[in-house]
C-alpha cells in the first residue's frame, strides 16, 4: 500500500530555519516556489530512504533534499560545463511541490517498514 503526500516547500524551508535558531517566518531570496514548476522543471531532486516509520527518518529526507538548494550547493552537470562553472556568480532556483510517496510494508533488512521517495522538481537559473 502507498500513499502520495504533497508538501509546500517554502513552509519546510521556513520550519527547517526556524529549528535551526534563525527565528520564524524566514523566507530564502533564492528559492522561489512556482507550482508550474510541478509540470515543466529542467531536473528533479530524488531521495528514497527506507526505515521503520519512524517520522523524524521522512523529516531527515525532506531536510536532505532541502539542504543544498537552501545553501546554494546545487547545480546540474549536464546544464553547465566546468568552465561555465568557474565563473558562476550567484544560482537561484524554482522549485515545485515537494512529493512524499511513502510505500507501507516493504521488507527491510530489520524487518517490515516504510520507503519514502521524495520529489521535487527545480528550475536552475545561473548568474555569471
Known amino acids: 500500500m502507498s500513499k502520495i503526500d504533497i508538501i509546500n516547500p517554502m513552509e519546510y524551508i521556513s520550519s527547517i530555519?526556524?529549528?535551526?535558531?534563525?527565528?520564524?517566518?524566514?523566507?530564502?531570496?533564492h528559492i522561489e516556489y512556482d507550482k508550474s514548476t510541478n509540470k515543466e522543471?529542467?531536473?528533479?531532486?530524488?531521495?528514497?530512504?527506507?526505515?521503520?516509520?519512524?517520522?523524524?527518518?521522512t523529516a531527515n529526507l525532506i531536510g536532505e533534499a532541502l539542504l543544498p538548494l537552501i545553501n546554494k550547493h546545487l547545480y546540474f552537470k549536464d546544464s553547465i560545463s566546468e568552465?561555465?562553472?568557474?565563473?558562476?556568480?550567484?544560482?537561484?532556483?524554482?522549485?515545485?511541490?515537494?512529493?512524499?510517496?511513502?510505500?507501507?510494508?516493504?521488507?527491510?533488512?530489520?524487518?517490515t517498514g516504510v520507503k519514502d521517495t521524495i520529489s521535487i522538481p527545480v528550475k536552475v537559473e545561473y548568474i555569471f
Request: no cysteine; aromatic share 10%; net charge negative.
Open 41 to 57: 522543471f529542467h531536473h528533479q531532486i530524488i531521495k528514497e530512504s527506507t526505515h521503520d516509520g519512524t517520522i523524524l527518518f
Open 83 to 111: 568552465e561555465e562553472l568557474m565563473s558562476l556568480k550567484d544560482v537561484n532556483y524554482v522549485i515545485g511541490d515537494i512529493e512524499l510517496e511513502s510505500e507501507y510494508g516493504v521488507k527491510a533488512s530489520f524487518g
Open 17 to 29: 530555519l526556524e529549528s535551526s535558531g534563525y527565528g520564524s517566518g524566514l523566507e530564502v531570496g
